[in-house]
């Protein structure tokens, strides 16, 4: 079933890539745990690195094959290749793009391991030039342009300060000189924005967060043409090997078919949060684009829709580093973990001294926590933060 279908995107969540199973009926694609198929009568002509036919997992797999159908349409891209990891996803498109004497261009505001990959292992390790800029700017982009500039990855809303980035201008940017524009969308999920209609060339998920949305499986999404697709297949899922396994893939599968519904709850509850977070007076900023306070709530609005999603950043006024820590401890439902898009609220505190402080506004250098709100009653998680504050004596 394909977008194409008219079919609304709930209806494509639930369906696409699920079809009845031929052999037993079962209404559900089974788990395809096998690791090799069987070859034609003669093998010899095959190509042992082919991603096309069925032929060892690595290759790729039938229920990453079934992911990847339903995937590539809640985007709207023509393509999709599924890996271990969102990181796995990252690094296996910028390996299959990227070479020697190439440039790119990278956003201030990203998840770790991005600033890593192009901050300290693709510059050095294999000569790609690599710049960093706070994208939220598009001029800033539009100055850091070289001849040679062959990518540009944002992501936005960006992790950990929320910034917004204009995917429309900036892909503006890259296609007027010739480079091209990957975005992570794992913050907003396909729900709320679906960077490729905007122009962006590769939209990249990290599924472990609100596709699969119960903190219980690992995977990443490349959405986008075909083309380019088969080299990050050939190269980054057959040769370098990040192949996502068939029961993550299946897990995934099951877990987006209720995207819409869970999207719906983490907006509703990330924005009651974020106005309850402002109102109170201990509290010195919240980060969530949904709040017109926010410095780019406009733009914000323009790219997403209907939500802003489930994760928003704040500080406290005038708390010095162990009474974050306590604050903290004195949560009882919330809990103290990375990661998000789970069912369950998690918290993390960043503190005042992360590696990436230099890179973000000034608000965050007080140290600051991440809260990545999950689908519980949204009156216990203010109650949960009201007593926890209230008990470590800011309110
Ligand atoms: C978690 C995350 C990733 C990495 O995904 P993994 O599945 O943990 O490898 C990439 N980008 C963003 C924005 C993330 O939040």
């Not at 990443?220 to 029961?247: C, H, T």
Request: proline share 4%; net charge negative.
């Amino acid at each position: 079933m394909k977008k194409e279908s008219g079919y609304g995107f709930s209806t494509r969540a639930i369906h696409t890539g699920n079809e009845v199973d031929k052999e037993t009926g079962a209404i559900q694609r089974p788990i395809t745990l096998a690791n090799s198929f069987q070859l034609p009568y003669d093998p010899t002509t095959m190509n042992w690195s082919s991603a096309d036919g069925n032929l060892y997992t690595r290759n790729g797999g039938c229920n990453q094959k079934y992911l990847q159908q339903k995937i590539a349409d809640l985007e709207g891209g023509e393509d999709c290749v599924v890996l271990a990891s969102g990181v796995a996803a990252l690094s296996g498109l910028f390996f299959a793009l990227l070479k020697q004497g190439d440039h790119v261009i990278f956003s201030s505001v990203t998840y770790i391991a991005v600033y890593r990959l192009f901050h300290e292992l693709f510059n050095t390790k294999f000569g790609v030039e690599t710049t960093i800029v706070d994208t939220s700017d598009p001029a800033n982009v539009a100055a850091a342009i070289r001849p040679n500039t062959k990518l540009i990855h944002i992501e936005t809303p960006g992790n950990p300060t929320l910034q917004i980035s204009d995917i429309e201008e900036i892909a503006r940017i890259a296609h007027e000189n010739g480079a091209l524009l990957s975005v992570d969308n794992t913050f907003a999920s396909p729900y709320n924005q679906r960077p490729l209609e905007f122009g962006a060339d590769f939209t990249v998920e990290s599924m472990t967060k609100y596709i699969n949305g119960h903190g219980d499986a690992m995977g990443g999404a490349i959405i986008g043409k075909k083309e380019y697709l088969d080299i990050v297949r050939a190269q980054s899922q057959v040769n370098l090997g990040g192949v996502i396994s068939p029961f993550n893939a299946w897990l995934i599968m099951r877990g987006s078919a209720t995207l819409p519904l869970r999207m719906k709850q983490h907006n509703e509850n990330a924005m009651a949060l974020a106005a309850y977070l402002e109102s109170l007076p201990c509290v010195s900023f919240v980060a969530y684009p949904g709040l017109e306070s926010h410095p780019q709530h406009e733009l914000a609005r323009k790219q997403m829709s209907p939500g802003y999603g489930g994760v928003l950043s704040f500080g406290l006024k005038d708390a010095d580093h162990d009474t974050h820590n306590r604050f903290v401890s004195n949560l009882k439902l919330i809990l103290s973990a990375v990661s998000l898009g789970h069912d369950e609220t998690l918290i993390v505190f960043l503190g005042e001294d992360d590696e990436r402080q230099y890179l973000y506004p000034e608000q965050f250098s007080n140290g600051f926590f991440r809260l990545a709100v999950g689908l519980e009653d949204v009156e216990d998680l203010k109650e949960d933060i009201r007593q926890a504050l209230e008990k470590t004596g800011l309110l």
